[in-house]
């Protein structure tokens, strides 16, 4: 589908050489993506060189602990990152580099382009403000609809989320968590992008909300043809949401693959232990012995030489603090980022062409 | 419309709610009490009292004739009632008090929203600029302004109003941070609101508890300036006010001949609507502010 027509909200205008582009088939393409933070003195780097592809329609999963640059990546793809930030990298949104445009087209792509849900809908809704107004303010910001229309439209977006229409003269506080959450699916959907990031949308939620709100969002994406890219720590909320996993670990992407392959049985050892720490429905075995992984991740200031992840790891071996191990082909359609999947004859010098490893076994 | 009865029944709860809260601060209650009563005076007084009481020229009453029969408050130099005078005076007082606070807190919060927004060096150079502003003397720069421009009495509220606001600044300022930091901006941001928007719809609503706390402590200290700058004479001198009242009492020597009564009155009045104002301001304070609410 043409993306112009997909998005007639789109104030500013298209870049003239866009036509001359050849269609995107990919809705979101990130190549090289790192960012880090200027504090006191230093750089820290938060992100180290993400790359990843999103095909129109497809749903990704991001897990990793807090502190691994999830929410970071997630800021960066919409440049939305503080001033202290400094981003380096391409994020291409259906072949436009967010990251090289100019301010307006900037404000124009960011929701109508790609929206987020955000962790905490909570806090992310103004508090002294009609639920109706906040859902509008993406209508109305992007041009386009008349007071009047934008109401109408929000009507129909309260529904689509399973809300019903009086709500919108309702203030935040009088919203329970699951339909503040709705409410900022509604807002998510408004101007109809072709990418949704959802970052940790079910925290804070009780389980069965939970449950509601995945099922809503994946109908919601699933009918529209919007592709997703879901943030959460929890791998089994993103197995069973996602068709495919991206595993972070200190600023890097160290597995990925389909989801329920990486989920079922990860190839890095700390893919292993995430999908681990959460005990699987009929397995008594995993429910009696649920396993964690002690230790925190590292200082991004000061991380361990070699493999990142060595100072934890359980299967640790003697190469790993000499190789810092990149994404590797890890079978059919997936890559792991560990000593142990890397070929023998390759492990004491990089691969060639070590950024761009997740493309070589794309296809 | 069940729905709709049930949310104007909460608000009315929530109104009552704060109303309750005011009402049981007893300085709140009484500062009201005495400005509702000069308000009401002032904006009366033209039913009770004709221009020619107020005339120099035409006012019927002897000079410096001590309180009495027909003139509660005793007479000034030209005859006039004092009593008429001061219930005069608060029209001016209270006018420029509310237009002066007005602007100085209108100047403070729009300085404040954009230093608090921007921040970086934009930021600093307004609060520098705050600073430096702060740093002056408030007096002294009124009098510079009131004494350059033409005597009136718009003059004196521009020049109690781009005085008086470094406060609010840095106030707003302070606030607007806080709620800058908030996850909401952030969503404003990402569905594209620029700066404007996220400045006039997210942290214009969520600073005005605040600016409006600042802004009834402000109308004293605008009425105290006023009254200050009128004294120096440099007020307009075509109308009555009290500060210009205690200026023409000390000018005709009211001090050494123990007029009492041509001076005491304004400056009582001066006194009562300041403190009447910060009373109210910090009650106003402390209901909208669930915190000092707590603790008091």
């Known amino acids: ?363 | 419309m069940s729905r709709a009865a049930l949310a104007w029944t909460r608000r009315r709860r929530a109104l009552a709610g704060y109303a309750r809260a005011f009402a049981g601060n007893r300085g709140g209650m009484a500062g009201l009490a005495v400005l509702a009563l000069i308000g009401l005076a002032a904006l009366a007084a033209p039913l009770f009292i004709d221009a020619d009481a107020l005339s120099l020229t035409e006012a019927e009453g002897g000079r410096f004739q001590p309180p009495g029969p027909g003139y509660p408050l005793g007479t000034d130099a030209f005859g006039r009632s004092v009593l008429d005078l001061v219930v005069w005076g608060a029209r001016i007082s209270l006018t420029v008090g509310f237009l002066a606070a007005f602007v100085s807190v209108a100047l403070g919060t729009l300085i404040g929203v954009v230093a608090g927004h921007f921040g970086g060096w934009p930021g600093n150079v307004l609060m520098r600029v705050t600073d430096w502003f702060a740093v002056l003397p408030a007096l002294v720069m009124a009098v510079a302004l009131a004494a350059v421009m033409t005597r009136s009495t718009l003059t004196i509220i521009i020049a109690i109003g781009v005085t008086a606001w470094p406060t609010t600044a840095r106030v707003v300022r302070a606030q607007t941070l806080a709620v800058e930091a908030r996850p909401f901006i952030e969503r404003a941001r990402a569905l594209g609101g620029g700066h404007a928007h996220v400045m006039l719809r997210h942290v214009l609503p969520n600073v005005l508890p605040v600016v409006l706390a600042q802004t009834t402590l402000l109308v004293a200290e605008a009425i105290l300036m006023e009254a200050t700058l009128a004294f120096l004479g440099l007020g307009d001198p075509g109308t009555v006010s009290w500060g210009g009242i205690i200026q023409e009492a000390r000018t005709a020597g009211a001090i050494s001949s123990g007029i009492w009564w041509y001076m005491i009155p304004p400056g009582v009045a001066i006194a009562a609507v300041a403190l009447s104002f910060t009373m109210c301001g910090r009650a106003l304070e402390g209901v909208l502010n669930p915190r000092l609410r707590e603790r008091r």
């Not at chain 1, 995993?286 to 790891?313: V, W």
Request: charged letters at 25%.
């Open chain 1, 1 to 363: 589908m043409n993306p112009t027509e997909h998005r007639p909200d789109t104030p500013a205008p298209e870049p003239a050489d866009a036509a001359d582009r050849p269609g995107p088939d990919r809705c979101l393409e990130v190549d090289g993506l790192s960012v880090s933070y200027r504090a006191g003195g230093g750089e820290i780097p938060a992100v180290r060189g993400v790359s990843f592809d999103l095909e129109p329609g497809s749903k990704l999963g991001v897990a990793g602990e807090s502190g691994c640059g999830k929410s970071t990546v997630a800021l960066a793809l919409l440049r939305l990152l503080p001033r202290s930030a400094r981003i380096s990298g391409r994020v291409l949104l259906d072949g436009e580099d967010v990251l090289d445009m100019r301010w307006g087209r900037l404000r124009a792509v960011r929701w109508a382009g790609a929206s987020i849900v955000f962790q905490g809908a909570m806090h992310s809704l103004n508090p002294v403000q009609r639920v109706g107004d906040q859902i509008a303010e993406p209508l109305l910001v992007h041009g386009g609809a008349a007071p009047a229309q934008a109401r109408s439209q929000v009507v129909e977006l309260l529904e689509q989320v399973g809300l019903p229409a009086w709500r919108e003269r309702s203030y935040p506080h009088e919203l329970s968590g699951g339909q503040r959450q709705r409410a900022m699916i509604a807002m998510a959907l408004a101007c109809r992008p072709r990418l949704i990031i959802a970052d940790e949308p079910t925290t804070a939620l009780d389980v069965m909300i939970q449950a509601q709100i995945l099922r809503l969002i994946d109908e919601l994406v699933t009918g529209r043809d919007i592709s997703m890219l879901m943030i959460s720590h929890d791998l089994s909320v993103l197995a069973e949401t996602c068709d495919r996993l991206a595993v972070m670990y200190a600023g890097r992407i160290v597995e990925e693959g389909p989801a329920d392959e990486v989920f079922a049985a990860a190839r890095h050892p700390y893919g292993a232990a995430l999908s681990a720490a959460f005990p699987r429905v009929g397995d008594p075995a995993s429910r009696r012995a649920p396993r964690g992984l002690p230790g925190d991740p590292p200082d991004p200031a000061e991380l361990p030489s070699g493999c990142s992840f060595r100072p934890r790891c359980p299967e640790v071996q003697e190469r790993c603090s000499e190789v810092d191990p990149v994404l590797w082909p890890a079978g059919p359609g997936r890559t792991a980022a560990c000593v142990q999947v890397l070929p023998p004859e390759q492990d004491t010098r990089p691969p060639p062409g070590r950024d761009r490893a997740s493309e070589t076994t794309g296809e």
